[in-house]
């Protein structure tokens, strides 16, 4: 024992590291909406549960277990993480950080893509028609019985962030169908809460971010979500306001390269 020696004092001090990153580029912004909204049809589930966390802001594992309404009975009740309420537009959220309850309000782009969602479930032979019966939003196609997970989307996003110019890839090997990509991505889907937080943040000020994010300061925004820039990017509805002119994306025949 070393008296009157703190050794605290002795480890070595860093810097903690904030990841910030967020889709600072709004053409990409916007970009994806106008895909997500025009292209639902081709993968429902994925880009209706993509479109949700930039919508939204919430955490990604609140959007696993969501129920198309609310739960009748203890045992879906306690495997749920929340459920949506259409008629009063809102999205109910148990809250999986402090298990605390949150009413979080749905844009009206959000309502519709969800009901768009529900219809193509209903109709026979489309992309998400797997799903017929399931009590689940975001069912998983080999087990409609589940809900999602952290795996279930890996290779959807990485596919989705490459076709939107969010991802890069390096040829590795082969020719023609067979060619082999070693693909980095840039954001993840947690970077789409930051993305959400920054634009919500400009639109409405530092203060009204932190509290729509319940957070427990305005600190904790700023600090690891919040991107500061000085832009006018106010909204009528959505945080994303439509560009006057978008580019074309590429016809879906390159989406399986």
């Not at 530092?206 to 994010?213: D, N, T, V």
Request: with cysteine.
């Amino acid at each position: 024992m070393f008296k009157g020696v703190n050794p605290c004092l002795r480890i070595a001090k860093y810097q903690e590291t904030k990841d910030k990153k967020f889709i600072d580029d709004y053409e990409k912004v916007t970009n994806i909406i106008k895909y997500t909204e025009e292209q639902q049809w081709r993968d429902p589930h994925f880009l209706t549960f993509y479109r949700s966390l930039m919508e939204e802001g919430e955490r990604i594992e609140d959007h696993y277990g969501l129920l198309w309404k609310k739960p009748i009975n203890k045992t879906d009740e306690k495997e749920c993480t929340g459920w949506i309420d259409f008629r009063t537009k809102t999205l109910f959220l148990k809250d999986t950080k402090n298990r605390e309850p949150a009413e979080v309000e749905l844009t009206d782009e959000m309502i519709t893509m969800f009901q768009k969602l529900q219809n193509l479930v209903s109709e026979e032979n489309s992309n998400a028609s797997f799903a017929v019966g399931s009590k689940w939003v975001f069912p998983r196609p080999t087990d409609p019985t589940k809900h999602i997970n952290e795996t279930s989307y890996r290779v959807k996003l990485r596919n989705f962030h490459f076709k939107m110019g969010l991802t890069t890839r390096e040829y590795v090997r082969g020719k023609g169908k067979r060619k082999v990509y070693k693909y980095t991505n840039h954001l993840t889907l947690k970077h789409l809460r930051k993305t959400f937080v920054t634009y919500y943040g400009r639109d409405k000020g530092l203060e009204a971010a932190s509290f729509r994010m319940r957070h427990s300061s305005m600190e904790v925004t700023k600090n690891h979500y919040y991107n500061e820039k000085q832009e006018d990017l106010k909204t009528k509805h959505s945080i994303y306001k439509p560009a006057a002119n978008v580019i074309d994306l590429k016809k879906a025949g390159n989406d399986q390269e």
